[in-house]
């Protein structure tokens, strides 16, 4: 069997290793050590808590809905173009994973506000305004969830190949067929696991929300929004926040649990 010495890291690596991992679990462990056990049953199920969790899973829901309607054909269209096509769309699909929400929360107000073309457009076609509504929350969670669930397909697609549908279009297949019988099939993994991803990024949106559709309860008050109104001693109470962050890192525990169980190649 052959050794594994030359695999083995430098002693000095381990120190900074640990303290990365405590950067990260400590924080975490504090807030448990925050959270009011006795009460948090009460403070999880108040009226406003119950308010912003309702609206946080409707708005992701639908959000995610959205982003698996636009992002399926988007995350087709990058993995079959041309490699200096698929690299620029890659480039803008990946801009909302690096601006700063509050900035994507801007960009939407002027692009959907009252006074902006598009804006406009839809008062005058619909009657509707999009800031500040219900609407403008799932817009906003779709805004900086899109990202996850296009490039976890078009992963998913690139890794699977196109030999199978080369195959198919030989053998008579038709382009739908082919689509539905074949490349959709092979990208279940990538679609699932973005999909979910997409899901925990949208019902953890704080900053796009607050600036595009604000913080109003039972319209547009998500549960992030909920945890800093009562941080900043507004609404519920601190316990209510603390009980509400439990919640939410549970969730995300949750889908990174799901995220690895439909992983190709995951360990069972």
Do not use: H
Not at 140 to 159: D, N, Y
Not at 173 to 188: D, E, F, Y
């Amino acid at each position: 069997m052959a050794s594994d010495t030359g695999l083995r890291v430098p002693p000095l690596t381990f120190a900074p290793a640990v303290l990365a991992v405590a950067l990260l679990i400590l924080p975490l462990l504090a807030l448990l050590s925050r959270a009011s056990w006795p009460t948090i049953i009460s403070d999880v199920t108040s009226a406003q808590a119950l308010s912003a969790l309702w609206l946080s899973l409707r708005t992701s829901l639908a959000a995610t809905a959205l982003c698996a309607v636009l992002g399926v054909p988007l995350a087709l269209v990058i993995a079959r173009s041309s490699p200096k096509i698929a690299q620029l769309l890659r480039a803008l699909i990946a801009v909302p994973l690096v601006l700063p929400p509050m900035v994507g929360g801007v960009a939407l107000l002027f692009l959907f506000g009252r006074t902006s073309p598009v804006g406009q457009l839809i008062d005058s076609l619909w009657g509707i305004t999009l800031p500040f509504s219900t609407a403008a929350v799932v817009i906003a969670q779709s805004f900086v969830a899109l990202p996850f669930l296009v490039l976890s397909i078009e992963g998913s697609l690139r890794a699977a190949g196109t030999g199978y549908e080369q195959a198919a279009a030989t053998l008579g297949a038709g382009r739908w067929m082919v689509l539905s019988r074949i490349t959709l099939p092979m990208a279940t993994p990538g679609l699932v696991a973005g999909v979910i991803l997409c899901f925990a990024r949208a019902i953890g949106e704080f900053g796009a929300t607050a600036l595009f559709a604000g913080n109003a309860p039972g319209v547009t008050q998500t549960m992030p929004l909920a945890i800093y109104t009562a941080f900043n001693g507004a609404g519920t109470g601190r316990d209510t926040a603390v009980a509400l962050s439990l919640l939410l890192l549970a969730t995300a525990v949750l889908v990174l649990l799901c995220v690895r169980a439909w992983r190709p190649g995951a360990v069972k």
